[in-house]
């Protein structure tokens, strides 16, 4: 079973409106984190925002925020007032448990994101 | 700058022939990793480092060897390429210290694309 789900291959949407991107998890584990990060057409990983399994608020990192529904396992990302400049790939990443074999991240398949002008 | 380089950017390789991709970091971080990125696979873990003489195996090893004899450097060894290793490696460094449960907790290098024909 995957561990990271991301059910859009692709997404579009217009400039200035909002745009939620899915990702739902799998894991036993009480302690895991949730990240996102976004992948340009240059290539390089970018990270966005931090979800915590012990966070007691949703994460918000400017026009970024995390929709974080531990009992549905889900952390999707809502990106406000889409711009042109976020048309890349975004993907949703987690970390489960403590200690020092428990650093692995492990990858969703992606969501690649346009934005029309 | 501190950060994880990743040498070379770019590599084409015959059938059968070897190569070390390099990866260091001055960041003295414990965890290393490294990931292939495959169209619509999202990035998935071939091998990674807890310290210096400590490595293990990630979801897709085979081809690959790994070794850990510093704390800056986690070289990637391809022993016999073959096309399927075509694809585009990342490097990926983590404190333990700092890393775990924080939101900047992994850098990731600028990435190898390989290509073997």
């Known amino acids: 079973a995957q561990k990271i789900t991301q059910t859009q291959p692709g997404m579009f949407v217009q400039e200035k409106e909002a745009v939620t991107l899915d990702c739902t998890y799998d894991t036993s584990d009480p302690s895991y984190g949730l990240f996102w990060y976004k992948q340009p057409s240059s290539g390089e990983m970018i990270f966005l925002i931090y979800?915590?399994?012990?966070?007691?608020q949703n994460a918000t990192e400017g026009r970024y925020s995390l929709n974080f529904q531990k009992a549905r396992k889900s952390a999707n990302l809502v990106i406000s007032a889409s711009q042109l400049g976020d048309s890349a790939m975004y993907f949703c990443a987690m970390r489960e448990g403590r200690g020092g074999s428990n650093y692995k991240l492990t990858f969703g398949k992606g969501t690649l994101l346009t934005v029309n002008p | 700058n501190a950060g994880v380089t990743q040498t070379p950017k770019f590599q084409v390789l015959k059938t059968g022939q070897s190569m070390t991709l390099q990866c260091a970091q001055d960041?003295?971080?414990?965890?290393m990793s490294w990931y292939r990125q495959d169209p619509g696979m999202g990035l998935r873990l071939i091998h990674y480092s807890v310290g210096a003489g400590i490595t293990d195996q990630g979801e897709v090893p085979n081809g690959y060897n790994v070794s850990r004899s510093t704390t800056e450097d986690f070289p990637l060894r391809l022993l016999s390429a073959a096309p399927s290793q075509t694809s585009v490696y990342f490097c990926?460094?983590?404190?333990?210290?700092?890393?775990?449960?924080?939101?900047?907790?992994?850098?990731f290098g600028s990435g190898t694309r390989l290509t073997v024909v």
């Open positions: 960041m003295n971080h414990e965890y």
């Open positions: 990926a460094s983590s404190s333990f210290v700092t890393g775990w449960g924080t939101p900047y907790g992994y850098t």
């Open positions: 979800q915590g399994s012990y966070d007691q």
